[in-house]
């Protein structure tokens, strides 16, 4: 039977006409608010960067991976570090036991990034990092490794994902509470605004929250109010919003429903575009301009069937292209099971590079302009994010509908009504709860394996780092570090300094969590 609604709940008509009188018009492709896309030739004038998801083991084996796809057509570096350095804390530490290089790649010190980097025209090739709590000293690594090679930062360019506000909300990759973590991002944000104009400083993340099981309607809406709750931070910390808007990004999902999907991206560049002009008093256009990065969705891949995932990849890579994407991710077929392998690394990759250089869509800017049920979903979007929007201003922002646990409970019931419609097979999920196939065995498939010597090595390679560097060096770095933390002076440069003098990520880490303090999440009682 045909639906009714969508997942969001937005009514489905048999027939669009017209929307008369459109109340939300999208503008000229290039033009304000942007709805059509953030410039005017779009994919005429380039396409979108190509960029894999990637990281894991030591340093060593992802530099290898990293060469391996800019060999076949990767345009973009991207990142994915082991959970050990995402929460801070060094291999050998007990609390990295069993995790070291299993989710990603484990950092360390600034030998692991200068192994991790090696070979790659940091001038010439973007990299951007996954990473949060402590993005801004992964980012100071970067910087160290690039001072030493002798590249200016002002040649450099990237993104960092530095958002930690959806950490609290949807992943759980937190360290320090609320208010610090606020100034580590604003002094990443300040820091680079002067010394690394190039560089995302963030990059305001949507995907984690629909992976936690948001609808189209709440992405949008409570990744633009953590994006408002940045701009409020900034502006706090006494910094000119149009110095460092300009380098705010996004990160988008996409997920299955593909109209609804182009339809989001229209919505979320129209909100933003009008939060940052009149709510904010941007004028800088690049300020208004929401630029977004986009990865195909992992909760929507399959175990049964992992082929079958090639084609829902497929379909969500074209709706973030046909949705403006600046910078797009495409999942491995195998990434249900576990990382992915070179080989389905590649098919993803060649996966945009056939929609892009084969299927015409990137011949016509917004070719989907003009479609009665793109705008409809468009306008339905918008009223309906905008007024739930509203709804967290009305609470004081998302901080304090992130600490009250309202966001996080609001999203738990979203995925809870989601998994019942999966499994009343009113949703449907081919080969799982309809058109399984008995004979399938997704057992055979060659998966991507973490053996355990990975941990034993990295673990060797850390003492023998910290055994062989200056230690009166690391102890004043990590003394200047501390009585800056302790005060209010931009924290950026102690890092790079501290790093660069041999101080180890979790030594770093170590000094903010004694001076901040340690979150402990909110429990929520039904």
Known sequence: MPREHNASGIPLEPVYDAVEGNPHELGEPGAFPFG??????????????????????????????????????????SVAFDLPTQLGYDSDAPQARGEVGKVGVAIDSIADMETLLEGIPLDRVTVSMTINAPASILLALLLAVARRRGIAFDKLGGTVQNDV???????????????????????????????????????????????????????IAFTLSNGKAYLRAAREAGIVLDSIAPRISFFWNSHNDFFEEVAKFRAARYLWAHIARDEFGCQDPRSQMLRFHTQTGGSTLTAQEPENNVVRVTLQALAAVLGGTQSLHTNG???ALALPTSESAKIALRTQQIIGYESGVADVVDPLAGSFYVESLTNALVERAGALIAEVDAMGGSIAAIESGWMQARIADS???AQQAIESGEAVVVGVNRFADPETDAAKLPLQRIDERVEREQVARTKAFRAARDGAAVESALATLRETAKGTGNLMPRFVDAVDSGATLGEICNVLRDVFGVYRAREIVA
Not at 182 to 193: G, I, K, N, Q, S
Not at 196 to 202: A, D
Request: glycine letters at 8%.
């Open 36 to 77: 059509r896309g953030i410039r005017g030739d779009m994919y005429r004038g380039r396409l979108w960067t190509m960029r894999q998801y990637a990281g894991f083991a030591t340093a060593a084996e992802s530099n290898a991976r990293y060469r391996y796809l800019l060999e076949r057509g990767t345009t973009g570096l």
């Open 165 to 219: 506000l959806k950490e609290y909300v949807a992943r759980g990759t937190y360290i320090y509470p609320p208010a610090p973590s606020m100034r580590l991002v604003t002094d990443v944000m300040a820091y680079c605004a002067r010394e690394v104009p190039q560089w995302n400083t963030i990059s305001v993340s949507g995907y984690h929250i629909r992976e936690a099981g948001s609808t189209a309607v709440e992405e």
């Open 415 to 417: 995925a809870y009504a």
């Open 333 to 335: 077929k195998d990434e």
